[in-house]
């Protein structure tokens, strides 16, 4: 049989976990001689492993696994080949590892049509020169620089293609610019509009907070007009790139850009990194603190369980009670925007991962990142 597995990051938020499975519903649609399966690394269900278990269940021996992620950081380049290759050693199946969806031309088409649906919004119509109009992107963040670069690369690309007066990007965390930072040094060149848009697969907590962010320099700058462009969400040409990276699977093309690879090169700035032992940070959160569990909120991730100190009301919430959630990341990680891959179908010749001991309450001890203390960022949104 031919089996597919779709590995996400995983959410809080019920509304990303339906839209994530509509993902997976779309490439069945896709691939009617493929059996699909989905699954997450952590705070949601099912977790990776189940999913692999179904399509083990189901008689396959040899599976597919994509990460459903936009670019290659420490989650696709050790937390999902770490579940797969655990997995694959102890239930004598063969996993093949898929790249991410990448610097890709259907990604940037799908990107621009998220942002001219905001502009068409706004009394745009196809043609209108952009001049006075400027676009800043925002990414998750990594502790990745190769994974930084591309969400910048993707910025350029639709600069360049759509016409815009100018163009900036910030990150959501883990990196800098932040947003608010990012957006009050936009604010200050000049343009009368400005368009904010979230490379982002899925809505989310991340996602609102970048449009509250928004809201909030929008706010100091009433002369500016902010527009919030709607993530990517599973479009048509995002499911057509997910179809093309399993093909690429399949003839044996599946590369992946390795010269830029911090555990591979000396990249500038995060070469104590070469060679790191490639583990998942994982394994201890799988499906913990998941949306099917948590009884504090509705389909929206309030964060309730994270910033009620003692048991009381909770604004936003179904209940009064409050259940911290196990493994919740409540430190500035150093492996956001994992959107990408791994094992990719060639030999790196090392190691994709950090080191680290798992006794400990879900403090990943991450490899160092070399810019902590910059002042725009990297902590997450403020």
Partial sequence: MKA??????????????????????????????????????????????DGLNKLKESGAGDIVALPGMLFAAGHAKNDIPSVLNTYAAANGVNIRYGRELGIDLKMIRAAAERIKECLRADGWTEGDPLHDTMLVVVGRGASD????????????????????????????????????????????????RIIVFPYFLFTGVLVRRIYDQTDKVAAAHPEISFLKAPYLGAHDLVVETFVERLHEVLDGVNNMNCQMCKYREQVLGFEAEVGLAQESHH??????????????????????????????????????????????????????????????????????????????????????????DHPLGPNSMR
């Fill in 145 to 192: 620089p190769d994974a930084n670069s591309n969400v910048s690369k993707v910025m350029r690309m639709l600069w360049e293609g759509m016409g815009f007066g100018w163009g900036e990007t910030c990150y959501s965390g883990v990196t800098f610019p932040l947003v608010e930072p990012g957006l009050s040094h936009a604010a200050r060149l000049g343009y009368k």
């Fill in 283 to 372: 394994h201890h959160v799988e499906g913990v603190g998941s949306s099917a569990d948590c009884q504090l909120c509705d389909d929206i991730c309030t964060g309730a369980c994270r910033t009620v100190p003692e048991p009381g009301p909770v604004p936003g919430a179904k209940d009064t009670h409050v259940h911290g959630h196990a493994g919740e990341h409540t430190h500035s990680r150093s492996h956001g925007n994992e959107h990408g891959a791994g094992e990719h179908g060639h030999d790196h010749g090392h190691s994709h991962a950090h080191g680290h001991s798992h006794a400990h309450g879900h403090d990943h001890h991450h490899h160092p990142y070399p810019h902590a």
């Fill in 4 to 49: 597919l597995m779709l590995c996400g990051h995983g959410s809080r938020d019920k509304g990303a976990m339906e839209e994530f499975g509509g993902l997976a519903e779309k490439l069945r649609e896709k691939l009617p001689d493929w059996t699909t399966e989905h699954g997450y690394l952590e705070f949601a269900k099912p977790v990776i492993r």
